[in-house]
């Protein structure tokens, strides 16, 4: 038997083609048949300009394409022997910015996008976590738009601020607005205390063993429990293999298949296309997506918050790794983890802000005057790694690849290796825990396909 | 709220990058309580969760408020939802609405969707539409420009509409109490405007106008007099606006001003080009201490 059946509340949509067998799903397949033509859209630009259409690629990740814009058009200049200086004030806002995202970003992933999926799954009445009108998703909306009021002080507002420009940042924050941020930090700090995990905020921190899960008392208690009743430590499992490609004050670069390795090597990131749509080839009956798949050293490797945790060495997650593999439930409760860390690490970095020093120093060659240049640039957003790649010609953008984090994620197959949601979707016993394990990677179609 | 019939809304997404959206999830939380509670917003593809667009599209019943987030087209190859394209779920939607807002600058006229030029088809509600599909709107369609639009000129037209069924509008379709006044209007560096004390990045002083490409002295929007997030603007923190809310956006060099011999190519609104040069130099010769010095000295 097949089905295939549309997915919303996600980001954008996705169809998902599942065949069956003794009811439980034998095959899967995900389509993403949107296409909005961004790297077309940016080819003949001026590369400024990218600073403003990149952000634009997601309304929910573009800090993290903004970042990875920025970052590239500055190895432009590397590559042509002009390293540029940027300050360390300037270093810490963009990492900043970023992790506020990533933390507003990751609050609405779990009380809009996964909670009320599983709590369905036991009883129709939602209670507080009925989206719209319950008080826990009212509060959570609430902490995140608070959340977010710090971005836009850098940033003048949020979503789609380009903010960050080759040489440093566009804003220059006095003491005054570094607490205001912290302050609007702080409103998420004590709703995790409160309702994520019912804990003290530094008591979380210290987490480090399975049995941790026995302090927990909010809605990450909640959720385990939910989550043991539908076995979700057991099913969602991929290929148990992860990468990182950025790195900042929080996040390691790396990969682990059988082991840990903290090296990588760039150019063994490669995009495939048999099974993507191109503008020319859309007939083609072997193609069924516009996303393409992506593999380092021909591997496909998770992307994201689990991957993060593990090349990381984030020790509650790694416990519960290793009773759990990459199931549903670890890869929900490392994106709950990493909130918690995010919001430690961006209250550090922003007092570590000297006022000071330049928020910008002018680069002493125009790009539009650069006569050819290439430059690649990776930056973990909120969903995993994001990689960017851009040549210059003539002063214009002649060629922009983006791979998103989905697209490691969620991408199609490969030879003969399943994409990582595909291989974690076959064994699902029904199409309702298929979309669960299908958002456990916290889906977004717009970036997929971008 | 006593009156248990609240007006609906359906938001549907077409051709987008569902900014609006984390846009409206941005905006002040007790403003979005209210409208939650003032609306019924019976229908979001990643908000609500119990009905999905189908069955909207097969109920008989009227929808009051058809926001729309996103550009449309006629064509399947690059974009369909359900299996339709957004150009015949609009129009089926559209023949359901007592009032159709085009939410952000991609539904008003395409936005930057509508710079992909390998799709020929990516265009605005207005123009997509069929004549039969508006023949039972109460109102012409309005326009909410902006990428993304602020989330309080969403709550203030919704109410608006609500209370007094209509609203002045302007020829691109936006309400005029929003968009008659220029980005400009409230912006912290009005005076290093008027006294020609030209900006640079990364710093609280001066204005983005003579290098940094800044549109606000020809940009219809309220961005600088209702805050974003309720804090900040992007020309109150240092970035030039980018003139989102007009249907030229994206334009090429958004982050440089145009220049002729060192003089901006394009003045503000409503000024001769001479006249603006000749009150530039005047301006230019009064050195302001307090505006030539860094605000924090
Ligand atoms: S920065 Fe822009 S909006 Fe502000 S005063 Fe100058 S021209 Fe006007
Ligand atoms: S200030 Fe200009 S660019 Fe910024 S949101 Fe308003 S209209 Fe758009």
Redesign the pocket.
Known sequence: MKTVEIVERIEGEAKLNCSWDNNVISDARIDFLNFRGFEFILEGKAPLDALVYTPRICGICGQAHLKATVDALENIYENINEKLEVTPKAKLLREIGLNIEIIDSHIKWFYMFILPDIIKLKQNDLGIYQPLKGSRWLGASKTASETIKSLAILG??WP?TSYMIPGGVVTDPTLLDLSSMMNYIDTAVMFFEKSVAGVSFDKYLDFDSRDDLNILSGDMKYFTNLAFENSFQKIGTSHNRFIALGESSLFKTGKIRQRAINKLDLSKVREFTEQTFTIEDRANPKKHTWSKAVCYDNNFYETGPLARAMIGNKPFIKELHKSFKDSVFTRVMARMDELAHLLDNTKSLIKQVDISEESYIKPKINLKDIDSAKATSVVEACRGSLYHDIEIEKGKIKKYDVITPTVWNLGPSHKEQKGIAQKAIIGSKSLDIAKIVLRSFDVCSVCTTH | MTNNKKPTVVWFQAITCNGNTHSLLSANSSRLELFLNSFDLIYHPSLTIDKSLNEILESKDEIDFLLVEGAISKNSDFFTISDETTNVLLNKLTSKAKYLVAVGSCASYGGVHAKFEQNDNVVGLEESLDKKSTKNLKHEIINLT???V?PEWIIQTLFTLNNFGKMAIDEEGRPKELYSTL?HHGCTRNEYFEWKIEGAWGEKEGCLFYDQGC??PM???S??KIL?NDVN???RAG????????TD?PRDNMLETKKNIGIPFEVPTGISKRAYLSITGVAKTFTIDRLNKKLMD
């Open positions: 003048g507002q789609h | 902006g990428c993304p602020h980005a549109r606000g940009t219809h929007s961005c600088n974003w603007s992007k020309t970035m030039p606006c980018i003139g989102c809310t007009e956006f």
